[in-house]
């Protein structure tokens, strides 16, 4: 160990006798110095001029894409480690030094362990200076999350020690100092890019995934250890210096070039197997440092995944003809399951399935693109287009007997099956991020352990359709499957419920939304029934519906106005009702957010007498009290409403929509009554009104998880970060700028300049 102590004692004073390190250590101090200053002096900026902080202060400096200081650090370290390391052995061999050490009682390993030392100790010197930031973010700002940038810099440090290991190898290859930097950088290059080479081998696929760097640092910044990125470090690094060794031992003992590649083949393939079996999802261990744990899976999830015991397999089916298949190639399997990286973590018994076929495309431009071509001959073509292996895809009689994915027309689709043989589906999505977010998998992974909601739309009197597809109804919210909100990829299901016949037990929400007829006697009966016995209930009345609807909610004490409410507005029509959710309403549910708008175009205001039976609550009121209810004018367009005392119109707050509790049988019965059934049309969440705000999915999805008992939509929300408060103004921050960017540097340049003249004189 002494003589290892030794050796890099010696590299550390050549190193620091040259200007290049003292050069590189100054320019990387202002280069990290300008990049923090400018963010955190942005941040102070906002503040004085009350234009608020960001909530996350800490990612925000640190991670943040734009502008974050550990990703500025390593576009760096890519380009400064090769200058330090091309000289430590190829100095050597250049000079002819080495046969003196080779003379010398030293042993090979020492040579090389000492000079990595070596750079281990400047990698340290490196890590100093970005923790006098550290230091500053944690005095001014509130509640600094210091445990995730502090994983972080370990994160960066051990990046350190593998470039410096990559390099300590290619200088040992050549004479040549800079043929040693270039190498160092090709190598490093290749490191990065190897995860995409002979990614349609599974298992060759498995290595060069493993083997590469890139992105292998990104977790520890972000406050995520996991065991198989810090083995990762650790093997790889070691990988090359024993390459180094051996490269050593070659040119000292005169080795055939036959035992020295058997060495090294010898040494890569355990590295090699190390990795892969470290990185299967059952040998990997997790650590969240973060305060929010959001690097994690919600409490919510958690728990879904802690109730499915055994086997869970996950069958992803890919249509060549459909427009998604692009995001999923065959070679893009290992990129797929990061995506469900941290459901392994806690479930790692996973497994996965990919089965790619052609049949009917979901895609209409296939008939244009591809005129007159058969589906087989369309696959042949878009195959060979992406070079893939057209016997790969299974026909359209074969994917049939396997499973019927009509109903899903042949998107890319994942089926989720448990050991017990349930069964649940997981879609993708035609949005920007395309694949299912936690709370998608988790409302999946709910459905295997649990009777999730269950909907039943009353039909046969004139309702808004959840199927239909027009203005008026309801599918966008409730049964649009490539649209990620719609409620039956959140974990409800849907059924059409006919009141000639009693309503099953297995409905859990019954909807009742604009009733164009009246229902008969034996339907009112069997729809009191339900509510007697403390079905759940969702209410939309509409206007002029209001003789259709009295009688549903006359039993809970409440009328639907006659007329309709408007609102005197220079930007919209009259009848275009603006409400917001009370304060109230969180009260009985948090995911009621307080004062969010909602548009309700046509709307009746509310009218409640306190039942001793039902408790009730307001959920959105009108936005002011120039509301009126309009009894007289029914022409919005041609004409104008006029607030007439004499006819009971009076402006004023009103109740638009009412939440009603009662205990029943054992549990809370839970009814919602909104005096619009637009604000939930396929019209109205489509549409965007210029200076109108609206956010009437936050009412849609409120509504129906207090419904069901918060069974769905999954919550999957995360504590509030607190790390929002700085402290230091505008004055400080002056300082600070010029104390990082100026005398920090200064002080650098002046200690080389004195070791400089201290050498000379020596």
Same mark, same amino acid.
């Given at each position: 160990?002494?003589?290892?102590?030794?050796?890099?004692? +010696?590299?550390?004073?050549?190193?620091?006798?040259?200007?290049?390190?003292?050069?590189?250590?100054?320019?990387?101090?202002?280069?990290? +110095?300008?990049?923090?200053?400018?963010?955190?002096?942005?941040?102070?900026?906002?503040?004085?001029?009350?234009?608020?902080?960001?909530?996350?202060?800490?990612?925000?400096?640190?991670?943040?894409?734009?502008?974050?200081?550990?990703?500025?650090?390593?576009?760096?370290?890519?380009?400064?480690?090769?200058?330090?390391?091309?000289?430590?052995?190829?100095?050597?061999?250049?000079?002819?030094?080495?046969?003196?050490?080779?003379?010398?009682?030293?042993?090979?390993?020492?040579?090389?362990?000492?000079?990595?030392?070596?750079?281990?100790?400047?990698?340290?010197?490196?890590?100093? @200076?970005?923790?006098?930031?550290?230091?500053?973010?944690?005095?001014?700002?509130?509640?600094?999350?210091?445990?995730?940038?502090?994983?972080?810099?370990?994160?960066?440090?051990?990046?350190?020690?593998?470039?410096?290991?990559?390099?300590?190898?290619?200088?040992?290859?050549?004479?040549?100092?800079?043929?040693?930097?270039?190498? /160092?950088?090709?190598?490093?290059?290749?490191?990065?890019?190897?995860?995409?080479?002979?990614?349609?081998?599974?298992?060759?696929?498995?290595?060069?995934?493993?083997?590469?760097?890139?992105?292998?640092?990104?977790?520890?910044?972000?406050?995520? @250890?996991?065991?198989?990125?810090?083995?990762?470090?650790?093997?790889?690094?070691?990988?090359?210096?024993?390459?180094?060794?051996?490269?050593?031992?070659?040119?000292?003992?005169?080795?055939?070039?036959?035992?020295?590649?058997?060495?090294? +083949?010898?040494?890569?393939?355990?590295?090699?197997?190390?990795?892969?079996?470290?990185?299967?999802?059952?040998? %990997?261990?997790?650590?969240?440092?973060?305060?929010?744990?959001?690097?994690?899976?919600?409490?919510?999830?958690?728990?879904?995944?802690?109730?499915?015991?055994?086997?869970?397999?996950?069958?992803?089916?890919?249509?060549?003809?459909?427009?998604?298949?692009?995001?999923?190639?065959?070679?893009?399997?290992?990129?797929?399951?990061?995506?469900?990286?941290?459901?392994?973590?806690?479930?790692?018994?996973?497994?996965?399935?990919?089965?790619?076929?052609?049949?009917?495309?979901?895609?209409?431009?296939?008939?244009?693109?591809?005129?007159?071509?058969?589906?087989?001959?369309?696959?042949?073509?878009?195959?060979?287009? !992406?070079?893939?292996?057209?016997?790969?895809?299974?026909?359209?009689?074969? @994917?049939?007997?396997?499973?019927?994915?009509?109903?899903?027309?042949?998107?890319?689709?994942?089926?989720?099956?448990?050991?017990?043989?349930?069964?649940?589906?997981?879609?993708?999505?035609?949005?920007? %991020?395309?694949?299912?977010?936690?709370?998608?998998?988790?409302?999946?992974?709910?459905?295997?352990?649990?009777?999730?909601?269950?909907?039943?739309?009353?039909?046969?009197?004139?309702?808004?359709?959840?199927?239909?597809?027009?203005?008026?109804?309801?599918?966008?919210?409730?049964?649009?499957?490539?649209?990620?909100?719609?409620?039956?990829?959140?974990?409800?299901?849907?059924?059409?419920?006919?009141?000639?016949?009693?309503?099953?037990?297995?409905?859990?929400?019954?909807?009742?939304?604009?009733?164009?007829?009246?229902?008969?006697?034996?339907?009112?009966?069997? !729809?009191?029934?339900?509510?007697?016995?403390?079905?759940?209930?969702?209410?939309?009345?509409?206007?002029?519906?209001?003789?259709?609807?009295?009688?549903?909610?006359?039993?809970?004490? *409440?009328?639907?106005?006659?007329?309709?409410?408007?609102?005197?507005?220079?930007?919209?029509?009259?009848?275009?009702?603006?409400?917001?959710?009370?304060?109230?309403?969180?009260?009985?549910?948090?995911?009621?957010?307080?004062?969010?708008?909602?548009? %309700?175009?046509?709307?009746?205001?509310? /009218?409640?007498?306190?039942?001793?039976?039902?408790?009730?609550?307001? *959920?959105?009121?009108?936005?002011?009290?120039?509301?009126?209810?309009?009894?007289?004018?029914?022409?919005? @367009?041609?004409?104008?409403?006029?607030?007439?005392?004499?006819?009971?119109?009076?402006?004023?707050?009103?109740?638009?929509?009412?939440?009603?509790?009662?205990?029943?049988?054992?549990?809370?019965?839970?009814?919602?009554?909104?005096?619009?059934?637009?604000?939930?049309?396929?019209?109205?969440?489509?549409?965007?009104?210029?200076?109108?705000?609206?956010?009437?999915?936050?009412?849609?999805?409120?509504?129906?998880?207090?419904?069901?008992?918060?069974?769905?939509?999954?919550?999957?929300?995360?504590?509030?970060?607190?790390?929002?408060?700085?402290?230091?103004?505008?004055?400080?921050?002056? *300082?600070?700028?010029?104390?990082?960017?100026?005398?920090?540097?200064?002080?650098?340049?002046?200690?080389?300049?004195?070791?400089?003249?201290?050498?000379?004189?020596?």
């Amino acid at each position: 160990m002494k003589t290892i102590y030794d050796i890099a004692r +010696a590299e550390l004073k050549i190193m620091f006798y040259s200007p290049i390190a003292w050069l590189i250590i100054i320019i990387f101090t202002v280069q990290v +110095a300008l990049r923090f200053t400018s963010t955190f002096g942005g941040l102070v900026w906002n503040e004085s001029m009350n234009l608020g902080l960001p909530a996350g202060l800490t990612e925000h400096l640190f991670v943040s894409p734009f502008g974050g200081l550990y990703l500025t650090v390593l576009n760096y370290l890519y380009l400064y480690i090769p200058l330090l390391t091309m000289g430590l052995v190829s100095r050597e061999l250049g000079s002819g030094t080495i046969k003196m050490l080779y003379s010398s009682p030293v042993t090979n390993t020492q040579i090389i362990l000492g000079k990595f030392f070596a750079m281990m100790i400047f990698g340290i010197i490196l890590v100093i @200076i970005i923790s006098l930031f550290i230091a500053f973010a944690t005095i001014n700002v509130k509640d600094f999350d210091l445990a995730p940038t502090l994983t972080g810099l370990l994160g960066i440090y051990l990046l350190i020690c593998l470039y410096s290991a990559v390099g300590i190898f290619m200088s040992s290859l050549t004479s040549y100092q800079v043929v040693a930097a270039i190498s /160092t950088l090709f190598v490093l290059g290749t490191l990065n890019f190897v995860k995409g080479l002979w990614q349609h081998i599974d298992f060759i696929r498995d290595i060069t995934w493993w083997l590469s760097m890139s992105g292998r640092v990104n977790e520890l910044i972000k406050g995520l @250890i996991c065991s198989e990125d810090i083995i990762y470090f650790l093997i790889v690094t070691a990988l090359f210096l024993v390459f180094a060794i051996i490269r050593l031992q070659a040119k000292r003992q005169k080795a055939s070039w036959c035992i020295t590649w058997s060495k090294y +083949a010898g040494t890569f393939v355990l590295v090699a197997l190390i990795g892969y079996a470290t990185s299967r999802p059952k040998t %990997m261990f997790f650590y969240d440092t973060t305060a929010t744990k959001h690097n994690s899976l919600t409490q919510s999830s958690q728990e879904i995944i802690s109730q499915l015991e055994g086997k869970l397999k996950v069958t992803t089916y890919i249509n060549i003809l459909d427009p998604n298949f692009g995001f999923l190639f065959p070679r893009d399997k290992n990129t797929d399951l990061q995506r469900f990286r941290h459901y392994t973590r806690f479930k790692p018994e996973m497994e996965f399935e990919y089965v790619y076929y052609y049949d009917q495309s979901p895609d209409p431009s296939i008939e244009s693109r591809y005129p007159g071509m058969t589906d087989h001959q369309c696959m042949i073509d878009i195959a060979k287009t !992406y070079r893939e292996d057209t016997n790969r895809f299974l026909p359209p009689q074969k @994917i049939r007997a396997l499973i019927d994915l009509s109903g899903e027309h042949n998107r890319l689709t994942r089926i989720i099956e448990w050991e017990n043989g349930n069964k649940a589906i997981l879609r993708t999505f035609n949005d920007v %991020m395309k694949f299912p977010s936690e709370s998608e998998i988790s409302a999946s992974l709910k459905h295997l352990i649990t009777k999730m909601p269950l909907v039943g739309f009353v039909t046969g009197h004139g309702e808004r359709n959840y199927l239909g597809e027009n203005a008026r109804d309801y599918s966008l919210f409730t049964d649009n499957r490539p649209f990620r909100n719609a409620l039956v990829n959140q974990g409800f299901d849907f059924t059409e419920v006919d009141l000639r016949e009693k309503v099953s037990s297995k409905v859990d929400i019954l909807v009742l939304a604009d009733l164009r007829h009246p229902l008969s006697p034996e339907e009112f009966a069997h !729809y009191k029934e339900y509510t007697e016995r403390g079905g759940n209930v969702l209410i939309a009345g509409e206007v002029n519906r209001q003789k259709t609807m009295n009688p549903l909610v006359k039993m809970f004490g *409440i009328t639907f106005m006659p007329g309709q409410l408007v609102r005197p507005s220079q930007l919209s029509s009259p009848d275009l009702i603006l409400s917001k959710i009370t304060q109230d309403a969180p009260k009985i549910a948090p995911s009621f957010i307080h004062g969010i708008p909602v548009t %309700m175009p046509g709307c009746l205001g509310l /009218t409640y007498t306190p039942d001793l039976d039902y408790q009730m609550i307001p *959920i959105t009121v009108t936005d002011n009290n120039e509301v009126w209810n309009e009894t007289e004018t029914t022409d919005f @367009i041609e004409d104008k409403p006029e607030l007439n005392p004499e006819k009971g119109e009076h402006q004023q707050v009103y109740p638009t929509t009412l939440a009603l509790t009662k205990p029943v049988g054992g549990k809370e019965q839970r009814i919602i009554i909104l005096g619009d059934a637009d604000c939930f049309s396929n019209d109205e969440l489509g549409r965007a009104r210029k200076n109108i705000d609206a956010y009437n999915f936050s009412l849609i999805y409120a509504s129906f998880n207090w419904l069901s008992y918060n069974k769905a939509p999954i919550d999957t929300s995360r504590p509030s970060k607190t790390d929002n408060k700085i402290y230091i103004q505008e004055q400080g921050m002056k *300082i600070a700028r010029i104390g990082f960017v100026w005398c920090l540097p200064s002080i650098l340049l002046l200690t080389a300049l004195i070791i400089g003249i201290r050498r000379r004189k020596r």
